[in-house]
Each structure stands twice: as C-alpha cells, then as structure tokens.
Nanobody, 128 residues
Framework: EVQLVESGGGLVQAGGSLRLACVAS????????IGWFRQAPGKEREGVSC????????YYADSVKDRVIISKDKRKNTVYLQIDKLKPEDTAVYYC?????????????????????WGKGTLVTVSS
C-alpha cells in the first residue's frame, strides 16, 4: 500500500519561510500527478500546487503564486513545497497527495478532482 508522509510544518512568524516535505514509501513519484493541498479550520480544502511528472507541468493557486515552489527529489522519493513570505492566512493543515498520471488525462483536472493517495498532513501556523 502506498503511504505518503508529510513533515516540515510548524509555527513561524509572518514573512518567514517553510519547506514542507512529502516522502513516498515503497515507490517513487515517477509518472504520477503530485499535489499539495491545505485546509484551514472551517474552510474547504484548497489545491495549493500540482505537478505532473509526465511533462513537468506545474500549477500554483492564485493565493500562493509567486510565493511557493514545488520540487521533487527522485533519489529520496520526496516532493517538497517551499513557501516564502508566509502570511497568517496560510495557516492550515497541509497535505500531499498522488495519483497515477496518464497522458490521456489532464493532470490539473486529476489533481483538483480527486487524488488516490493522501498523507495525514502537517500543520502550518503563521503568527502575525
């Protein structure tokens, strides 16, 4: 069974940075759609960033554009989400997710519609 484990969350002051990590057990992220999502208390889950390993296509939500970068370290089976210039409204539980990628399927549609594998999340708290 595929397992995803997030880490890197914590308490940080506004304006600071964090790098979240998502490690996949027993397989690599090769040929997968990978996404980072977040959910703040009382709010719906939001897709923060999506990445297609098939062609490198990348998506960032408008709320984080120019402040985040998604990247992958194949040797470590790890996907990262670097978040800079953190704001209090970035406070949320951040989840990574993955789904097998297919050339016939738009990676963004897949990412935002439903992913098969999910981690349990890591909490990011940004103080003002």
């Amino acid at each position: 069974e595929v397992q995803l484990v997030e880490s890197g969350g914590g308490l940080v002051q506004a304006g600071g940075s964090l790098r979240l990590a998502c490690v996949a057990s027993e397989y690599t992220f090769e040929h997968y759609v990978i996404g980072w999502f977040r959910q703040a208390p009382g709010k719906e889950r939001e897709g923060v960033s999506c990445f297609s390993d098939l062609d490198g296509s990348t998506y960032y939500a408008d709320s984080v554009k120019d402040r985040v970068i998604i990247s992958k370290d194949k040797r470590k089976n790890t996907v990262y989400l670097q978040i800079d210039k953190l704001k209090p409204e970035d406070t949320a539980v951040y989840y990574c997710a993955a789904h097998r990628a297919y050339a016939s399927e738009d990676y963004l549609d897949r990412c935002l519609a439903g992913m098969e594998y999910w981690g349990k999340g890591t909490l990011v708290t940004v103080s003002s």
